[in-house]
């Protein structure tokens, strides 16, 4: 179980994460990360619309990204210790109600992955960009 701390509780929130976060998509679910300047934890969220199922389909499926996003915590508070907080948020699509906790977490481990890969080895501020005329731009 997520602690308070660790939780998206604000619909603000959501929303800021959703529409400027950077998306990964899989086949049964779509994660949203942001940078938070505003805090320095990791907080998730999850939206499980009536699309995937009834409320014990959608229930059970939100309990199983929460168990995904407990064990992927450790990875992403090692990096918000040193900077900015994480906004997760997770968005489970209809095919998530059929595939096993495994897959689920994979998912959700693979969007992790890939945002620290991107946020800690290539930094916008350190890299060096060329413009059209062929002038390094500092």
Partial sequence: MLAKPHRIT???DYRATVRRGARFTG???VAY???NRDSDVVRF??????????????NRVRRRLK??????????QSTASAGPG????????????????A?????????ADRFL?????????????VTTEGNVRP
């Fill in 10 to 12: 604000r619909g603000a």
């Fill in 27 to 29: 086949a049964n679910t």
């Fill in 33 to 35: 990360v942001r940078l």
């Fill in 45 to 58: 969220g999850f939206i499980v619309s009536k699309s995937v199922g009834n409320a014990v389909v959608r």
């Fill in 67 to 76: 168990a995904a996003a407990y064990e992927v915590l450790p990875r992403f």
């Fill in 86 to 101: 994480i906004d997760i948020v997770i968005r489970a699509l209809p095919a998530s109600a059929q595939v096993r906790w």
């Fill in 103 to 111: 897959t689920l977490h994979e998912e959700v481990s693979g969007a």
């Fill in 117 to 129: 890969r991107r946020h800690t080895t290539s930094s916008r501020e350190t890299r060096r960009s």
